[in-house]
Structures are given as C-alpha cells and as structure tokens.
C-alpha cells in the first residue's frame, strides 16, 4: 500500500489490457484475499476479477443483503498497480447486477478518495471501534464476546466480570482503530 501510493509498484497493468471475469471457485478467492488484502478472505456472494493474460490480478466481492450489495472486499496483486482497475470491475457490477451499492473505508489507511471518485457519497463516520492483539495478531472483537471467551478452554472465564476485565485479566488488549466511513453509490 505503502509503495503503491508513493508510485513506486513494481508492476503497473492498465485495466483495459485486463479481462473481467466472475469467479466461483472459492479456493482461489481465499488465497488471493489472504496474500494481498489486509483483512483477509470473507464470505461474499458475488466475485469479479481482472485478469491480466490468465493471472488473477485485482478482485473486487460484494454480499448480498436484501436488494443492497456491500462490496466488502477491493485489493490487487501485492506490488501490482491496476489503472482503472476499480473502475472497470465496478461498472461491470453495476451493468450486471445493481446500482445500490454500499461500503466502508477504514480511516487507519484511507480517506475514502477511491468511492468518493467512482460517485459514491459518504454516508456518515463511523466512531473507532476496537478488535484485539492475540499473539501479534488483531482478531475481531466478536470471537471475544463472553458466550465465547467462557466456552474457550485458552481463557480465563468469571461470570462476574465483564468482556473488558476478562480479557486484561487474560492479559489480552484492545487496539482501537480510527474509525471507518460509510459510502453509498450516489
């Protein structure tokens, strides 16, 4: 991300040498979401890739919740820098799929600029929210919840206390983030 803002990626691939391709197979999805985006791989309903002769280099996913799409998911090639790249994909979405579209962008790396310059309107801000350092790895607080942390044969458990005192008794601590923008195609 880092190189790739500053311009210095090694790979650049413009979107129109690219073909744009649904992909059903799972296990592609998993790896490429793993190796390239910082959140990693998450359930999605609908994935479009770029492919830059036959290699998978940019993904775009979307769920499906009611008649609104969440796209959940946008990364390229590590080190790979696809002009046009969300564009592409994202018009191909809208001519096969639908218009009413929403996301969020995480403030810790993004104002949002990429949705803002494809016609997506912020929506509203979104306070910091807190996910947890387990063994030099954030892990979301949901798999923390206190129905959780007393089935877990790793953590500490008392019914008396709350998910906060569980887990510093556990010694295990929150990373708070910077809050998130939600964004709606306009």
Request: proline share 1%; charged share 30%.
């Amino acid at each position: 991300m880092i190189r790739n803002r500053l311009q210095l990626s090694k790979d650049r691939i413009f979107a129109r040498k690219c073909e744009v391709k649904e992909i059903s197979d799972n296990k592609v999805i998993s790896k490429f979401l793993d190796n390239n985006h910082l959140q990693g791989y998450v359930g999605s309903s609908i994935k479009i890739g770029l492919y830059f002769n036959t290699k998978l280099v940019s993904l775009v996913t979307f769920k499906k919740d009611g008649d609104i799409y969440n796209l959940n998911r946008f990364c390229n090639l590590i080190d790979t820098n696809i002009v046009g790249g969300f564009s592409k994909i994202l018009k191909y979405f809208i001519k096969n799929y639908s218009k009413n579209i929403i996301t969020f962008s995480n403030n810790d790396y993004s104002n949002g600029n990429l949705y803002k310059n494809n016609r997506f309107k912020k929506e509203y801000d979104l306070r910091p929210d807190y996910s947890y350092n387990i063994n030099g790895i954030r892990k979301h607080k949901f798999n923390f919840r206190k129905d959780r942390i007393k089935k877990s044969e790793d953590l500490i458990f008392y019914e008396n206390m709350s998910e906060y005192e569980l887990m510093l008794e556990n010694k295990v601590y929150r990373i708070y983030d910077s809050g998130k923008i939600k964004w709606k195609l306009n």
